[in-house]
C-alpha cells in the first residue's frame, strides 16, 4: 500500500538539489522569508510523514526478542529503509511543491510577516 506522498516522491521530484530563483520563490508572497517559513513548516510536516511511515513498515517485520545482544538483520526491513534513504530530502519535495503552487498556506493577523 503506497501513500499520496510515496508516489509523489516517485514521480515528480528530483532527488538532487537544484538551484531556485530567489525572485521566483519571494514571487509567490511577496516576501522572501515568509516563502522560507511556508517552505520550511510543509518540509517539517512531510518528515514527519515519511518518519511515522517508515516506524510503522520495519514494524511490520521487526522481530521481537528477549535478548539486547541478539541482532537479526531482516532483510525486508534493510531493504525498506533503503528505498526510504533514497527518496529525496523533505525540504526539496516541500520546495517543489510550494514552486508548483500545492502547498495551501494562508496568513493570520497575528503572524510576524504581517
Do not use: C, W
Amino acid at each position: 500500500k503506497m501513500s499520496k506522498l510515496r508516489r509523489q516522491l516517485n514521480t515528480t521530484t528530483a532527488s538532487v538539489v537544484e538551484t531556485k530563483s530567489l525572485v521566483d520563490i519571494k514571487g509567490r508572497t511577496g516576501n522572501l522569508y515568509e516563502s522560507i517559513a511556508i517552505v520550511a513548516k510543509r518540509a517539517n510536516q512531510i518528515n514527519i510523514t515519511l518518519k511515522e511511515e517508515l516506524h510503522n513498515k520495519l514494524e511490520e517485520f521487526a522481530t521481537h526478542t528477549d535478548s539486547l545482544e541478539e541482532v537479526h538483520e531482516n532483510k525486508e526491513q534493510i531493504e525498506i529503509s533503503k528505498a526510504y534513504e533514497k527518496m529525496p530530502n523533505p525540504a526539496i519535495l516541500a520546495t517543489q511543491e510550494f514552486m508548483d503552487n500545492k502547498i495551501y498556506y494562508r496568513k493570520n493577523d497575528t503572524d510576524l510577516f504581517s
